[in-house]
């Protein structure tokens, strides 16, 4: 594979600019989409910013990613890159790992998937939004494509919200995760959901209400993703996987909403999996749960097949740095 390089008004940015921080999540994305995502990032952000990439549990994807990575930043000398294998493929293992490991202070934190190609200003405008609002705590950009995107954003800039593909978090308030201990509970597929919800609770249910108001939504950061085409297999069984956890994420969503609404759990108490805080929801509040399982018989019986399988998560907090 060819590695495009940059031309010098493409790289031409404001030396004033301050550091960022951005993650990129890895788990199933090909070499071609991972450097694309990467070659975007790089014209998103400031210069002298911090690239980290999370490869979830594909240390055949990690490695080769390091060899097109080091062409790359051959052409492309302005950022710092890292690149991390993580044994355990859980998306909520290797947010905990930035927070608690990776973060380097810097003062914004920025989050996306391995298939996100931003929009060139979308960073900036998420940066200056959320850094000139005393009172937020992380932002968060609206999607531009798919069918629901339209829906989905007008829904976000009305009521608020923090999309996994592009979000912010400050470092203020890392720097408070960290010092709690606080850390999201393993096999969880919403993660965005349940850190938008600490976030709007101001990491504290107990003591705050809930203020959507804490996540900045900037209309102008936004992304590109590849086009799913239904002539492909690997697009039909990705969706299909897709809305399987979808569904999965339902009851789960609907168990942290319970945690944190009614018993008040502050983060630090989340118990480790997430299997657990659905059992827990289950046993302190099970005619609501049965309601809510008998109201969503597909999203019950797609998590009561998810509980059937075995996990192991004795490979968590591992980070292998490889570059």
Request: charged share 25%.
């Amino acid at each position: 594979m060819i590695v495009e390089g940059f031309s010098e008004a493409e790289n031409k940015q404001n030396p004033e600019e301050p550091r960022v921080a951005l993650a990129i999540f890895i788990a199933r994305e090909s070499i071609e989409v991972c450097i694309k995502t990467l070659t975007a990032a790089f014209k998103a952000t400031p210069n002298n910013s911090i690239i980290e990439l999370l490869v979830n549990g594909n240390a055949a994807l990690a490695s080769s990613l390091s060899r097109y990575v080091n062409q790359l930043i051959d052409v492309e000398r302005s950022h710092e890159v890292r690149i991390w294998s993580l044994p355990l493929g859980d998306k909520a293992n290797a947010w905990n790992i930035y927070f608690h490991q990776i973060w380097c202070n810097e003062s914004l934190a920025f989050f996306i998937d391995g298939y996100v190609r931003l929009h060139t200003s979308s960073i900036r405008s998420l940066s200056a939004a959320v850094n000139s609002d005393l009172k937020a705590l992380g932002g968060s950009g609206v999607p531009t494509m798919g069918r629901s995107s339209k829906n989905q954003r007008r829904e976000m800039l009305a009521h608020g919200g923090f999309h996994g593909n592009l979000c912010c978090i400050k470092g203020s308030v890392i720097a408070e995760l960290k010092a709690r201990s606080i850390k999201i509970p393993l096999g969880l597929y919403r993660v965005d959901s349940l850190v938008g919800a600490i976030l709007s609770f101001d990491l504290d249910p107990s003591g705050s209400s809930w203020e959507p108001k804490r996540i900045v939504v900037v209309e102008s950061s936004s992304w590109d993703i590849d086009a799913k085409s239904i002539f492909r297999l690997r697009d039909w069984k990705g969706k299909i996987n897709q809305i399987e956890r979808q569904l999965r994420g339902k009851v789960e969503n609907a168990a942290v909403k319970y945690i944190f609404t009614k018993l008040k759990f502050q983060p630090e108490q989340l118990p480790e999996e997430m299997r657990v805080v659905v059992d827990l929801w289950r046993k302190e509040d099970r005619d609501h749960y049965l309601q809510f399982m008998r109201r969503n018989p597909i999203s019950a019986f797609v998590y009561r097949r998810h509980l059937s399988l075995a996990y192991d998560w004795s490979m968590r907090d591992i980070a292998n740095l490889i570059r």
